[in-house]
């Protein structure tokens, strides 16, 4: 579904990524994670090309889209992405949020794509919040609003960056709890977090960063209870 | 002191008539310096090197001279190289167009250059076409921030039409000065001539304000 091969990424003189390789099978729930500067935001940010990598290819369900002519709007409307800072849009009423792209990218009837909007509401259960503007909600509620968004474009992959580390504590839950529900669909899904029990849950796969290298590729039993890398040793014993 | 204001009554509706001439300048000019405004602006964020020399050479100029030179240029100066004897209504509208584009496009640039990087992002990530996103996600929010500062621009242009009377146009404040020379009292017919224009800023302001708060429902 998703294949990296040799992808760096430098900005001016700072190198951000090194000679990163990976592959993602359709349907794997992968979470990448790593100290702080550590590059995964960069790498997930590569895959929809909101960064354009420096070297290296990326290839999306066998098509290149690094490549120079690929169609890049084609190739994100199949990608969705939710950001640490939600970026609802707040011109809009949630439902409007939901519908705006199918609507306005896909060119779905209007009526087909509210439908579609309360439904999805509905499954993040915020149904009843369809009407108001995004400055009404919590952060817990915006970060549903913007899955809620995403999944209306029907992506195959989706990628999450740091969903869950501008929201108060007991707001977390809730949006790990969709997500939770989200892996089970057999989505694709790529999950930047710093929320090691929810990784070591719901992950089929942990990549572990650091310094802008992959230094661990392990299933989660594995990479939490005999990591290879002095690296990721001393990273857990931190985080744990 | 001894100023008598029963004896420009008889010339008030002269210079109140003075208030449709300032306005038409008005308002013809912010409609064409907006359009060209936002044409700059577009220019001033776009990666086209060329586009973007331009408009920020042609917004320094009009900072970097008086608008009464450009104003006695575009009047007196371009009848000499084309023969073509200019209006005061084209000369002033074109003049004041041109100089509130230059300044109304610094301020819509500010504005789309302060909208969240993350909006334009998510708009990207849901594959959102650049002139859509432009049009019904980053324009929105933007004009909050803009509208202010578009009041400004919207006084200042309806003070700078003053600058007509030098060119012979009948505005509020040459009629004033008229009446002025014809009965040789000054501060009676100047001070009217004043009041009227701080009225017409005040009803501007109080519309912008109810504009805004229209504006701000969704915060």
Same mark, same amino acid.
């Given at each position: 579904?998703?294949?990296?091969?040799?992808?760096?990424?430098?900005?001016?003189?700072?190198?951000?990524?090194?000679?990163?390789?990976?592959?993602?099978?359709?349907?794997?729930?992968?979470?990448?994670?790593?100290?702080?500067?550590?590059?995964?935001?960069?790498?997930?940010?590569?895959?929809?090309?909101?960064?354009?990598?420096?070297?290296?290819?990326?290839?999306?369900?066998?098509?290149?889209?690094?490549?120079?002519?690929?169609?890049?709007?084609?190739?994100?409307?199949?990608?969705?992405?939710?950001?640490?800072?939600?970026?609802?849009?707040?011109?809009?009423?949630?439902?409007?949020?939901?519908? =705006?792209?199918?609507?306005?990218?896909?060119?779905?009837?209007?009526?087909?794509?509210?439908?579609?909007?309360?439904?999805?509401?509905? @499954?993040?259960?915020?149904?009843?919040?369809?009407?108001?503007?995004?400055?009404?909600?919590?952060?817990?509620?915006?970060?549903?609003?913007?899955?809620?968004?995403?999944?209306?474009?029907?992506?195959?992959?989706?990628?999450?960056?740091?969903?869950?580390?501008?929201?108060?504590?007991?707001?977390?839950?809730?949006?790990?709890?969709?997500?939770?529900?989200?892996?089970?669909?057999?989505?694709?899904?790529?999950?930047?977090?710093?929320?090691?029990?929810?990784?070591?849950?719901?992950?089929?796969?942990?990549?572990?960063?650091?310094?802008?290298?992959?230094?661990?590729?392990?299933?989660?039993?594995?990479?939490?209870?005999?990591?290879?890398?002095?690296?990721?040793?001393?990273?857990?014993?931190?985080?744990? | 002191?001894?100023?008598?204001?029963?004896?420009?009554?008889?010339?008030?509706?002269?210079?109140?008539?003075?208030?449709?001439?300032?306005?038409?300048?008005?308002?013809?000019?912010?409609?064409?310096?907006?359009?060209?405004?936002?044409?700059?602006?577009?220019?001033?964020?776009?990666?086209?090197?060329?586009?973007?020399?331009?408009?920020?050479?042609?917004?320094?100029?009009?900072?970097?001279?008086?608008?009464?030179?450009?104003?006695?240029?575009?009047?007196?100066?371009?009848?000499?190289?084309?023969?073509?004897?200019?209006?005061?209504?084209?000369?002033?509208?074109?003049?004041?167009?041109?100089?509130?584009?230059?300044?109304?496009?610094?301020?819509? @640039?500010?504005?789309?250059? +302060?909208?969240?990087?993350?909006?334009?992002?998510?708009?990207?990530?849901?594959?959102?076409?650049?002139?859509?996103?432009?049009?019904?996600?980053?324009?929105?929010?933007?004009?909050?921030?803009?509208?202010?500062?578009?009041?400004?621009?919207?006084?200042?242009?309806?003070?700078?039409?003053?600058?007509? +009377?030098?060119?012979?146009?009948?505005?509020?404040?040459?009629?004033?000065?008229?009446?002025?020379?014809?009965?040789?009292? =000054?501060?009676?017919?100047?001070?009217?001539?004043?009041?009227? =224009?701080?009225?017409?800023?005040?009803?501007?302001?109080?519309?912008?304000?109810?504009?805004? @708060?229209?504006?701000?429902?969704?915060?």
């Amino acid at each position: 579904m998703i294949n990296v091969q040799n992808l760096s990424k430098s900005f001016g003189k700072l190198d951000v990524l090194h000679n990163i390789s990976v592959e993602v099978k359709k349907g794997e729930v992968v979470a990448i994670i790593g100290p702080s500067g550590s590059g995964k935001s960069t790498l997930l940010r590569c895959l929809n090309l909101l960064e354009v990598p420096t070297q290296g290819h990326v290839f999306i369900k066998g098509e290149e889209i690094t490549a120079p002519k690929a169609d890049t709007m084609k190739i994100r409307q199949e990608i969705g992405m939710v950001f640490q800072h939600f970026h609802l849009f707040p011109n809009m009423t949630v439902l409007e949020n939901v519908a =705006y792209a199918p609507i306005n990218v896909k060119k779905i009837p209007k009526d087909q794509a509210r439908q579609k909007a309360l439904d999805l509401l509905a @499954r993040v259960g915020l149904a009843d919040k369809a009407d108001v503007y995004p400055s009404r909600l919590s952060g817990g509620q915006k970060q549903r609003v913007a899955i809620a968004r995403s999944l209306a474009m029907e992506p195959e992959i989706m990628l999450f960056d740091e969903p869950t580390s501008a929201l108060d504590p007991e707001m977390v839950k809730e949006v790990l709890e969709v997500m939770k529900s989200l892996a089970h669909t057999g989505i694709t899904m790529a999950i930047v977090t710093h929320e090691m029990g929810f990784a070591r849950e719901v992950a089929d796969r942990i990549l572990f960063l650091d310094g802008g290298r992959l230094v661990e590729d392990a299933t989660p039993e594995e990479f939490f209870t005999q990591p290879k890398s002095e690296r990721a040793k001393t990273f857990l014993e931190k985080m744990l | 002191m001894n100023l008598d204001f029963s004896k420009i009554v008889p010339s008030m509706p002269f210079i109140l008539q003075g208030i449709g001439v300032t306005l038409e300048y008005m308002l013809l000019s912010a409609l064409f310096g907006l359009i060209w405004g936002v044409i700059l602006s577009l220019f001033k964020i776009s990666n086209n090197k060329i586009l973007n020399g331009f408009a920020v050479f042609y917004t320094s100029i009009f900072r970097g001279t008086p608008l009464i030179v450009m104003l006695a240029l575009i009047h007196f100066a371009v009848p000499q190289l084309t023969g073509y004897r200019i209006e005061p209504i084209q000369s002033g509208v074109i003049t004041f167009a041109l100089n509130a584009a230059a300044y109304i496009s610094e301020t819509i @640039r500010g504005g789309i250059m +302060s909208v969240d990087k993350g909006q334009r992002e998510a708009a990207l990530s849901l594959g959102v076409p650049y002139r859509k996103m432009m049009w019904d996600i980053i324009l929105p929010q933007a004009i909050k921030n803009i509208l202010p500062a578009m009041v400004n621009e919207g006084i200042a242009l309806l003070k700078d039409t003053a600058l007509v +009377s030098t060119i012979g146009a009948l505005d509020l404040l040459r009629r004033g000065n008229l009446v002025a020379a014809e009965k040789y009292i =000054y501060f009676e017919p100047l001070l009217f001539v004043a009041v009227i =224009y701080y009225a017409m800023v005040m009803i501007l302001t109080g519309g912008a304000k109810l504009l805004e @708060r229209r504006l701000r429902r969704s915060d």
